[in-house]
């Protein structure tokens, strides 16, 4: 309950109650259901028994299987929140997250062991590539007409 009331969202409510809304939806599709086989008997006797026996379960069947999707979707999501920032947290070690945006403290290579932040790009092609003025293989002709 007192997550309701967490104005700052550090706290996600709907872990705790999607069985809630998981028996909720449970009870309403259960009404709907008879309220549809109550419907298709009073409009005609063989309607009402199609409702009952084939269509209204499966109808019933169909809902609730969108209805779980959906919820575990959500938690899905709300758990990889959950678990991103138990990593951020993790790796960001004690004195917490950084300020701003780039990676946490001690991400990378060991200071002096890598490029200096902020140096000059590497010069030439990526290995396996072309450069510029190199000739690579004449580019394929395709059949005529063709551009």
Known sequence: MGALFDFSFSR????????????????AI????????????????VFGLLMLV?????????YLVLIRIAIESLLATIYTAQNTGE????????????????????YGPPPG????????????????????GQQGPPPSQGPPGSY
């Open 113 to 132: 062991q890598g490029p200096p932040p902020g140096g000059p790009p590497p010069q030439g092609p990526p290995p396996g590539q072309q450069g510029p």
């Open 12 to 27: 996600f409510v709907a872990p705790a109650i999607a069985k809630i809304v998981y028996i909720l939806a449970m009870i």
């Open 87 to 106: 990593l951020v947290r993790m790796q960001s070690g004690p004195q917490g997250p950084p300020p701003g945006y780039g990676p946490p403290p001690g």
């Open 54 to 62: 084939i269509l209204g379960p499966l109808g019933a069947l169909l």
């Open 30 to 45: 259960a009404l709907g259901y008879i309220g549809a086989v109550i419907g298709a008997f009073t409009a005609d006797v």
